[in-house]
Structure formats: C-alpha cells, structure tokens
C-alpha cells in the first residue's frame, strides 16, 4: 500500500516563475491538505481540499492556489515566485481520522 | 489564534536514557487535540502520539508517553528507553475539533539527537 507520494522530490525556479507541486494521497484517503516548511522551522497549513474544493485555508496570499481531481490526487500552484517561497511543500492525507500521513515533500528552491 | 511553544531547539541524550521534550500552546478553544510529531531526515513527518484534551489520562504509545496539564496548557514528551532511531526533529502540533485534524499549528521544532 503507497503512502503519500509527491513529486518532485527538488526543484529550483527562479523569482516570478511559477510551479505546480504534486501529490498523490494514500490509498482510500479523500482529504488532502498542504503544508509549507521554511528552514529550521515548523509546517505551516496552506490549504485543505476535499470534495475537488478548498475546504480551509490558511494566511497564505491568492499566488498560492490548488486543485484536487476526482481521484483524489492534488496539485499545488504558487504563480510569481519570491525568494521567501523557498521551503519544503509537505502533502498530507486523511480519512475521517484524526491521523494525518504525511509524504516526503518536494523541496522548492527560489533564485 | 492557537499557537504552539517549544522553548528546546536542541537537545542530546545517551542511548537508553529518558528525555522530555517540552510545549506549550494557547488557545480559548476547550475541544482540541495536540500532538507530537516525528520529522528524520527523510522528511517525512510520522505520528508518535496524541492526546485529546477532553481526557484525563495521559496518552502512551511504548517508549513514549506525554504529560499533559491542561490548565498550564503544556504538552510534554517523554522518551523512555531512547534509541539511535528516534533522532529528528520533533514538532508538537495543535488542532481544535471545529477545524478537524487537517489544519494543524506546529511549534518551531526540537532537533533531538541520540548518541551511541
């Protein structure tokens, strides 16, 4: 049984590209949220999705966007890159628990 | 807002001695559940234990176990029996029951590590 899996794994941009981030979420899970995670510091919510909608959100600004397909998979968009966007993007997954699975992350690195 | 205290960046122990690692965090909510997260190097954040605050009794989950004092609002970590494979850094995070457990507020981290 796969957990959460995201790609890429790195990725380096430079400031105002923009980059989609990918997750799949464990088997049977249909709740997925994503996390940003500056250096040396603690996840940050972004955004939930479930149902193909966002659910909650967290203090990030509009770049930020997403979108979750009928099959539960989700995407991570963040138009006009800023240095400070440099971090790791964690994906996590539930259903109905209390337990969130989390992937490995992608690692976004803005020049 | 909820925030989430952790007063140890670092901390280093022997193997097979018993660390606690410390958290605290406000909130007006009285529904909530906290919990410790494990983050190794892989990056990947597993879950070591939780604690809803509506119980009394402490949660444990073998070597680890938590004291929670919900007055004082602090939510600690014990680790007995330490072992090589329990350094990462560890997160305490909180979640209120309106919110469910998707949107979790992380404190900053303790980077443990266990020495031979």
């Known amino acids: 049984d796969a957990g959460v899996t995201q790609s890429p794994t790195h990725l380096i941009k430079t400031r105002g590209q923009q980059v989609t981030l990918r997750c799949s979420p464990k088997?049977?899970?249909?709740?997925v949220s994503w996390y940003q995670q500056a250096l040396g510091q603690g996840p940050q919510f972004i955004f939930q999705y479930y149902e193909e909608e966002e659910r909650q959100r967290g203090n990030f600004p509009d770049r930020f966007s997403g979108h979750q397909f009928p099959n539960y998979s989700s995407e991570l968009n963040v138009n006009a890159l800023l240095l400070g966007d440099s971090a790791l993007y964690l994906c996590a997954s539930s259903r109905t628990s209390l337990e969130l699975f989390f992937g490995e992350g992608s690692r976004l690195t803005v020049l | 807002a909820q925030t989430v205290t952790q007063s140890q960046p670092e901390m280093s122990v022997q193997e097979a001695e018993t660390v606690t690692l410390s958290c605290t965090y406000d909130t007006s909510e009285s529904n909530y559940y906290l919990f410790w997260y494990k983050q190794p190097p892989s990056r990947q954040m597993i879950l070591v234990i939780r604690?809803?605050?509506?119980?009394?009794q402490n949660a444990t989950e073998n070597r680890f176990s938590v004291n929670f004092q919900k007055a004082a609002k602090s939510f600690s970590l014990k680790i007995s029996d330490s072992q090589l494979g329990d350094t990462a850094m560890y997160f305490c995070?909180?979640?209120?029951?309106?919110?469910?457990?998707?949107?979790?507020?992380f404190g900053q981290g303790t980077r443990l590590t266990i020495n031979p």
């Open positions: 088997s049977g899970h249909d709740t």
């Open positions: 995070a909180f979640t209120s029951i309106i919110q469910g457990a998707q949107k979790l507020v």
């Open positions: 604690q809803e605050a509506y119980k009394q």
